[in-house]
């Protein structure tokens, strides 16, 4: 997800040295599309987008990145062929899920395809889960095909009849704004008995007219925000930065390249939320315990100086007058796990948050740091206010996790925000041994108490 070659939308023979990336990836595309005759169903790509897009070129047999909700359903609740046709609907009505990205004249660019939704039951083998299922059915995830994907399997080890949905999308088409909706409007195509043939072609223009509209509106923002002034931030900030890297193999850990990985490993906690103000309070505690813990877990290298690791996380979205459409409008955040930063440097951080990723990383390369653009851990905070339930019909979905799935980093923790904090970490288990992770996992657990408790007592 976040392996990434700072080069991508750089082409060093037609733009000048100075023009950010984005500049050069707005000029290459327009010429691209001139060329083209500008068709319709032609768009750019976001800067998050072209990440994920490049991070599937780089990944062992080119998998996308795939974002899954789970929910658990009593079983026969679940309709197959009407949550197949609300499922076509969506693709029907919104643009970044019938869009499939692809290369004009060298130019990475998504084109709008004809609507389409998998929506197929998985059946567990002899001795699997309903997760098990879930779980094989992500893993076998190809890159031809829609974003938008279902998997309903019965769980046969559930205490009582049960089956399991996984809602699945290529992270492309979906950030957590997206999910959202998804869930809202999935809701009401298969309360309505929506099918493809149901959306009005005045709403699937609109819809077209406004998702164009947003991405070029992000592309602008993204131009904007690569300012000097952002880019010599960035390069300072993480000029003494000494991420793993390839994320070297933890002592204890098995490492062997004739083997496929293990399913990965994890480890959960929930904490009373308290009175804190949602992201604005909560986050930074969280992102200053994670670096903490991020520091323990990577630890040295091999020549005994220590590491700073860099963490990712999401921020930002959309800008604030562009439509609410699906797609990935999320910037990744870079925070090198420097002692003692703590949550002031964030808050400077958030000034420039809305510098790209890949102009971040050519930042901190002309700065001297060594740095691919891979990064140690990842951090997501989900706000469960902004998330509906999913309900088909009459059935409620009770959303579950299914842990095991691969990751695209040593680490990552994620917290979702409701009436509660569920902590989560999982972690990948060829780099990292159980026993160090799960010793980090509990100093998380502690430090983040402790720091919640402190900052409420401040007010």
């Not at 009505?93 to 692809?102: K, Q, S, W």
């Not at 002592?251 to 293990?262: E, I, K, T």
Request: glycine share 8%; charged share 25%; proline share 9%.
């Amino acid at each position: 997800m976040h392996t990434h070659h700072p080069g991508i939308g750089t082409d060093t023979r037609t733009a000048p040295a100075a023009a950010s990336i984005t500049a050069q990836y707005r000029a290459r595309y327009r010429r691209a599309a001139e060329g083209a005759g500008e068709p319709a169903d032609l768009l750019p790509v976001t800067g998050a987008q072209r990440r994920f897009l490049l991070a599937r070129r780089l990944a062992p047999g080119g998998r996308p990145d795939v974002v899954p909700l789970f929910f658990a359903f009593p079983r026969a609740a679940v309709d197959l062929d009407r949550l197949r046709a609300a499922a076509g609907h969506l693709a029907a009505v919104h643009p970044a899920l019938r869009a499939r990205p692809g290369v004009l004249r060298g130019t990475p660019v998504q084109r709008l395809a004809a609507p389409e939704a998998q929506v197929s039951r998985v059946r567990p083998r002899p001795g699997e889960s309903g997760a098990d299922a879930l779980r094989r059915a992500l893993a076998a995830w190809s890159a031809e095909g829609p974003p938008l994907r279902c998997f309903l399997a019965d769980d046969p080890a559930a205490g009582e009849p049960t089956e399991l949905l996984a809602l699945a999308l290529d992270h492309v088409a979906c950030d957590e704004q997206s999910l959202g909706r998804l869930s809202a409007d999935l809701g009401v195509a298969y309360r309505d008995r929506l099918d493809p043939g149901d959306a009005p072609a005045a709403l699937v223009a609109e819809e077209a007219a406004g998702y164009r509209e947003a991405v070029h509106q992000q592309l602008a923002a993204e131009e904007r925000a690569s300012t000097p002034r952002s880019l010599a931030y960035w390069a300072q900030r993480l000029a003494a930065a000494r991420p793993d890297g390839a994320a070297a193999q933890d002592a204890g850990a098995a490492s062997s390249d004739a083997q496929p990985p293990r399913p990965t490993g994890a480890a959960q906690v929930r904490l009373p939320a308290g009175a804190h103000d949602g992201r604005a309070m909560v986050f930074p505690v969280l992102l200053d315990a994670c670096a903490d813990i991020a520091r323990a877990l990577h630890g040295t290298d091999p020549y005994g100086m220590e590491r700073v690791p860099l963490l990712g996380y999401p921020w930002g979205g959309r800008p604030a007058a562009a439509p609410p459409v699906l797609g990935c409008f999320l910037n990744t955040v870079v925070h090198p796990a420097l002692p003692g930063a703590g949550a002031d440097a964030w808050w400077d951080d958030l000034d420039h948050a809305d510098t790209p990723f890949d102009e971040v990383v050519r930042a901190a390369r002309t700065a001297g740091a060594a740095w691919s653009g891979a990064l140690d851990g990842l951090l997501t905070f989900e706000d469960l206010h902004r998330r509906p339930p999913l309900a088909l019909g009459d059935a409620a979905g009770r959303e579950i996790h299914v842990d095991g799935r691969p990751l695209q980093a040593p680490f990552a923790v994620s917290v979702s925000y409701g009436t509660e904090l569920l902590v989560r970490m999982a972690w990948d288990r060829d780099a990292v041994s159980d026993a160090r992770a799960e010793d980090a996992f509990a100093g998380l657990t502690r430090l983040l108490r402790d720091r919640l408790n402190a900052a409420a007592a401040a007010g």
